[in-house]
Each structure stands twice: as structure tokens, then as C-alpha cells.
């Protein structure tokens, strides 16, 4: 079945970085664009990047861009999230998603609060 686990969230500072991971497994990873979602509390969820199934191309939500950056290693099976420059409104939790064969799938999500 399909899996996505995030992982690499935490407390940071802002102004300051983190990477996320998204391990993937139960389907072919290499064939399908991926994207990071994130909730913040109170809010509704958000997308925040997205990736094509190759990686040659990828957007971004405009609160996001040029900070955070979206990548993909198909060898490995994983999606990350490169964030810089980290701001207080970014803590939220960020969710991995993956659209399959008409079906949804979400991970569980990775918590990332920044704050002094």
C-alpha cells in the first residue's frame, strides 16, 4: 500500500533552516509528482510546492518563494523540502501528498515551529 513518512521537522529560530524528507513506498515514485501541503493552526491547509514526477519543473505558493525549495531523488524514493529563511507564520504542520490511480494519499505530517 501506499506510504508517505515525513520526517525533519522541529523548533528553529527565525531566520533560520530546515530540510524535510518524504519517504515514499507501495507505488512507483518516479511516475508521479509530489507536493507539500502544510496546516497551520486555526488555518486550512495550504499547498506549498509541487514537483513533476521528473523533478525538471516545480511551483511554489507566492508566501514560500525563494525561500523553500522542492526537490526529488527517484533513486530513493523520498521528496524534500529545503526551507530558508524561516519565518513565525511558517510553523504548521507540513504533509507530503501524492495523487495515485484517481486516489489521494497524505502522510501524517511533521511539525515545524519557528519561533525565538
Known amino acids: 500500500q501506499v506510504q508517505l513518512v515525513e520526517s525533519g521537522g522541529g523548533l528553529v529560530q527565525p531566520g533560520g533552516s530546515l530540510r524535510l524528507s518524504c519517504a515514499a513506498s507501495?507505488?512507483?515514485?518516479?511516475?508521479?509528482?509530489m507536493s507539500w501541503y502544510r496546516q497551520a493552526p486555526g488555518k486550512e491547509r495550504e499547498l506549498v510546492a509541487v514537483?513533476?514526477?521528473?523533478?525538471?519543473?516545480?511551483n511554489y505558493a507566492d508566501s514560500v518563494k525563494g525561500r523553500f525549495t522542492i526537490s526529488r531523488d527517484n533513486a530513493k524514493n523520498t521528496a524534500y523540502l529545503q526551507m530558508n529563511n524561516l519565518k513565525p507564520e511558517d510553523t504548521a504542520v507540513y504533509v507530503c501528498y501524492v495523487r495515485r490511480r484517481g486516489m489521494d494519499y497524505w502522510g501524517k505530517g511533521t511539525l515545524v515551529t519557528v519561533s525565538s
Open positions: 514537483i513533476t514526477a521528473a523533478g525538471d519543473n516545480t
Open positions: 507501495g507505488f512507483t515514485f518516479s511516475w508521479f509528482p
